[in-house]
């Protein structure tokens, strides 16, 4: 649905986005991950047809990034929250939403429908005449996201879409998101919310200038940190440690009474593991599956490229 | 080129400017002033010279034909403050990013916002125009025997000049929007562009030129070339990638 090859863009010498590849299939959820001035909001507006690239290619729907005619058939089948939400705040809720569905040529009928579906669907609807200037930032970001809907775009990308909400707002927007992924709507969202990122995203990057990694939250846990346990001991002696080593070909560390020793499915080899410590005489105090969180890989990454 | 399209945003455009009290206001008062104020004030000239005599008559209508000039000025100076706003204002309020996501072209955002910015002006002056030759032919028609409007040069000024000044100061706006800051630079900057048009009628006052038919044309062909040129560099100046990374 959305092809990146070595999509990059210069602003004169300063290069914001360098040779992004990837490929994110229809119904998915794509997200993001880096930090302030990655280059993510840039990678957004290439591919929103916003701004032009300076290099490679890319193609969202089929349509060719960069090509005039397809820029505005692009346009036309994405949605996108920005990361301000850019309201018209003299105008009403109903007023701006209705601008923007008949920029995308939706019908009158077409426009009460989606707009009024929306506006019951974000808690808006009682509130559809008030100026949108009177509104908090949470009820402006849900004004966003059905200005974003009001066509029934094919593609959304969001920008930063829970950025300066307080903890609620965010809950309701992330909420929200997660309903359009059951609708498999193919979602795009820049994040440097973790947490964020974890919850809605089928696959990550990680973006700094370049894309550091791709995959799963479980992928890139997996690729940069591996799955570890931790067992505590009374006292570790070597008749322990061969017991270890003879069970698992991977890596053992001694901390004091602790081993920590990879292992590639926990649940699997820890009942192995501990049968062998005790057959040794090892005297176990406690079993711990040490599990990386995406904020470690993600400060690992970015840090390694520091 | 879709007109559809730009008639959606200069709708927009409307809605807002009709929530802008100051700005609305702001476009009505120098109309109603040259419309009502003005043909008053020649009301009270005609009373104190009475009798009237062929001079005074004379001189009086060399007079309101300047007046006349000043719908022009005022077209040239009204227009900067709605496409002010409407630049400048939505560069402020950030909503010019969701506006470029949709599928309009950069010409058919910059066609609809001109036609937002232009219309209230020239409504508001054609209305004031009609206003103020209905005044003055209520005020001369006793001493003329006829009525002095509508003639050639209010034909001229109110069907080529006053709109072709009007589009001139949108262009102006425009350029000026891409590199200011508030609201209110980009208006002081964009009413510079009165100081020609008040040249031209201080140099017909002193009758250092003419403010009658063929000149008006010529002058009227001037600010159309004016505005064929200005109109490629606002075009060259509105381009959604200039405004999403240079603007600022």
């Avoid at chain 1, 192995?272 to 690992?300: C, H, R, S, W």
């Avoid at chain 2, 000043?70 to 950030?94: H, N, R, W």
Wanted: proline share 4%.
């Amino acid at each position: 649905m959305i092809d990146a090859d070595n999509l990059s863009r210069k602003f004169g010498d300063v290069t914001a986005v360098e040779n992004l590849t990837f490929h994110i299939g229809e119904g998915e959820v794509f997200g993001l991950l880096g930090p302030n001035g990655a280059g993510k909001t840039t990678a957004v507006r290439m591919l929103c047809c916003l701004i032009a690239k300076t290099g490679g290619e890319g193609r969202v729907a089929g349509y060719e990034i960069g090509n005039e005619a397809d820029s505005l058939k692009i346009r036309q089948i994405i949605g996108l929250i920005p990361e301000n939400v850019g309201l018209y705040n003299e105008l009403g809720t109903y007023r701006n939403l209705d601008f923007y569905a008949r920029l995308y040529g939706r019908s009158e009928q077409q426009r009460k429908e989606s707009i009024g579906r929306l506006l019951k669907l974000l808690g808006l609807w009682e509130r559809r005449d008030k100026p949108v200037g009177t509104f908090s930032k949470g009820m402006k970001q849900k004004v966003a996201i059905a200005r974003a809907l009001v066509h029934d775009p094919e593609i959304l990308f969001l920008d930063e879409p829970t950025a300066n909400l307080d903890p609620e707002a965010a809950k309701t927007v992330r909420d929200f998101i997660l309903h359009l992924k059951e609708e498999e709507k193919t979602i795009f969202i820049n994040t440097h919310n973790l947490d964020e990122a974890q919850k809605l995203c089928d696959r990550i990057g990680i973006l700094k200038t370049h894309l550091l990694r791709t995959g799963t939250a479980g992928e890139l846990k997996e690729s940069l940190w591996g799955n570890k346990t931790v067992i505590q001991l009374e006292k570790i002696d070597d008749s322990v440690i061969t017991a270890v080593k003879n069970h698992t070909p991977r890596s053992v560390v001694i901390e004091d009474h602790r081993l920590v020793i990879d292992v590639a499915d926990a649940q699997r080899e820890n009942p192995g593991l501990v049968e062998a410590i005790v057959a040794a005489g090892g005297q176990i105090q406690f079993v711990q599956e040490l599990n990386p969180t995406l904020e470690d890989v993600y400060l690992k990454v970015v840090r390694e490229t520091a | 080129m879709r007109l559809t399209q730009a008639w959606i945003i200069a709708s927009k455009e409307l809605s807002i400017f009709r929530r802008k009290k100051g700005i609305f206001i702001s476009v009505i008062i120098f109309p109603l002033f040259v419309s009502v104020g003005l043909p008053y004030l020649i009301h009270v000239i005609l009373v104190r010279s009475m009798p009237v005599t062929p001079d005074t008559l004379a001189g009086l209508l060399t007079v309101i034909n300047a007046f006349a000039f000043f719908f022009i000025i005022g077209s040239a100076s009204l227009p900067t403050a709605i496409a002010s706003y409407s630049i400048v204002g939505e560069k402020q309020e950030q909503s010019l990013e969701p506006l470029l996501a949709t599928p309009t072209t950069d010409g058919e955002i910059l066609l609809g916002k001109s036609i937002g910015a232009l219309l209230p002006p020239l409504v508001a002056i054609w209305v004031g125009a009609v206003i103020f030759m209905g005044m003055i032919d209520y005020y001369l028609l006793g001493e003329l025997g006829y009525l002095y409007y509508p003639n050639a040069v209010i034909a001229i000024i109110m069907l080529l000049l006053v709109p072709l000044s009007a589009i001139t100061a949108v262009e102006v706006s425009i350029i000026i929007s891409a590199r200011a800051n508030d609201v209110r630079t980009a208006q002081q900057l964009g009413s510079l562009i009165v100081i020609p048009f008040a040249l031209i009628y201080v140099l017909g006052e002193i009758n250092a030129i003419p403010l009658n038919v063929p000149y008006l044309l010529i002058l009227s062909g001037i600010i159309l070339l004016v505005d064929i040129v200005l109109f490629y560099l606002s075009k060259a100046t509105f381009q959604r990638d200039e405004i999403l990374t240079k603007w600022r």
